[in-house]
Each structure stands twice: as C-alpha cells, then as structure tokens.
C-alpha cells in the first residue's frame, strides 16, 4: 500500500518523542454526551491555553448496561525531570 512504510515511520517518530519526555496524562473532563465534548474542546482551543499536540481524547466504549464515555486528558510534564 502507498505510503504505509512512511506513516508507519511517523508514528513510531511521534511516540519516540513522547517518551522522551517525562510526564502523565490528568484527565480534565468527562462526559456521556458527544456535543459537550467537542463543546468543551473547541472552548480550549478558541481560549488557547493549551497545545493540542497535549490533549488526549479517549472513549470509553458502554455495553448494555454502561453508556459510553468521552474524557479528554492533558499531558502534565513531571517537574523533577
């Protein structure tokens, strides 16, 4: 498939760099409902305070009896390193 060895590359170029740094993920909000979610995050991006390159979107997938979740998370750098 075209292009597929330098996407792979990348990927592996972007999480290098992440290790690299020192730090963890805290999460800043969570949510059930998919419209506050890109509501809250189109709000960090029109405050930029910041850097999308540190937001982490996850989604928790519900079954029956748990609906799903969206939480979006901030890379926080440890202090020490």
């Known amino acids: 498939m ?3 060895q330098k996407r792979k590359r ?3 170029r972007a999480h290098r ?3 690299a740094v020192p730090g963890h993920w805290e999460p800043l909000f969570s949510t059930q ?4 979610l890109k ?3 189109r709000h960090l991006h029109a405050e930029r305070t910041v850097e999308p ?3 982490r979107i996850d989604q928790f997938c519900g ?3 748990h609906p799903s979740t969206y939480q979006v998370s901030i890379f926080v750098r440890d202090e020490s390193a």
């Open 17 to 19: 760099r992440a290790a």
């Open 53 to 55: 390159e540190c937001l």
């Open 33 to 36: 409902v998919h419209a506050e």
């Open 10 to 12: 990348s990927r592996e």
């Open 63 to 65: 079954r029956n009896t």
């Open 2 to 4: 075209p292009g597929q």
């Open 39 to 41: 509501e809250y995050v």
